[in-house]
């Protein structure tokens, strides 16, 4: 894991201008800039005076936050290191904010998952429900065969199709299937092409 001992450093030159700068020594990279030696930038303008410095972190956060403030005009970067130093010190505990809200998410998308599959069996035993009770729905045919084997009975010359289909209020089909329903269990006998007489 990488160390957490690197600092970001802003220093007033005699000349007034800033440096701004990263090390993990700050004592020793002060005297450094102070013999000519630091940088390039401040070998000529010794001595120099240690302006703000930025809490503990990464090398890496450490570039990434030198940039920032290298990028700023000299009246802002004072301010940006003072308030950058809050806000480095303040990623974790967002981090650790970020990663308890997900935890939370997690736990409920679960719940969700969980309530979901209730309901599609809940509905999947609804639907069984249903196609237990529409089993009845052969009474209607039954029904349906007692109607029109009513209509016979109530004929002594025998009936035929369209007249069935005119007191039944049945289609052509529907009269043909009870018809030959009729005719197989042994109810009614045919008389001649579509004509229809109790057995």
């Not at 600092?7 to 700068?21: A, F």
């Not at 950058?84 to 719940?111: C, F, H, P, Y």
Request: net charge positive.
């Amino acid at each position: 894991m990488e160390s957490r001992e690197w600092i970001v450093y802003l220093i007033r030159c005699s000349d007034e201008s800033l440096y701004c700068g990263i090390t993990n020594n700050l004592k020793k990279r002060l005297t450094e800039h102070d013999s000519g030696k630091g940088a390039k930038y401040t070998k000529s303008r010794g001595p120099v005076e240690l302006v703000a410095a930025s809490s503990k972190m990464s090398k890496s956060d450490a570039l990434k936050f030198e940039y920032r403030i290298k990028q700023l005009p000299s009246g802002k970067k004072i301010i940006e290191l003072i308030e950058g130093k809050e806000e480095t010190m303040n990623i974790k505990k967002e981090l650790d904010k970020v990663s308890k809200e997900m935890q939370t998410l997690t736990r409920m998308l679960a719940r969700l998952i969980v309530d979901t599959d209730r309901l599609e069996k809940a509905k999947s035993d609804a639907v069984k429900s249903k196609a237990v009770k529409k089993a009845p729905a052969k009474r209607s045919v039954a029904t349906a065969a007692d109607t029109v084997l009513g209509v016979i009975k109530r004929s002594k010359k025998g009936v035929d199709t369209a007249t069935l289909m005119q007191k039944t209020g049945y289609d052509k089909k529907k009269v043909y299937n009870i018809v030959f329903k009729l005719r197989k269990q042994g109810k009614i006998k045919s008389e001649g092409k579509g004509l229809y007489l109790l057995a």
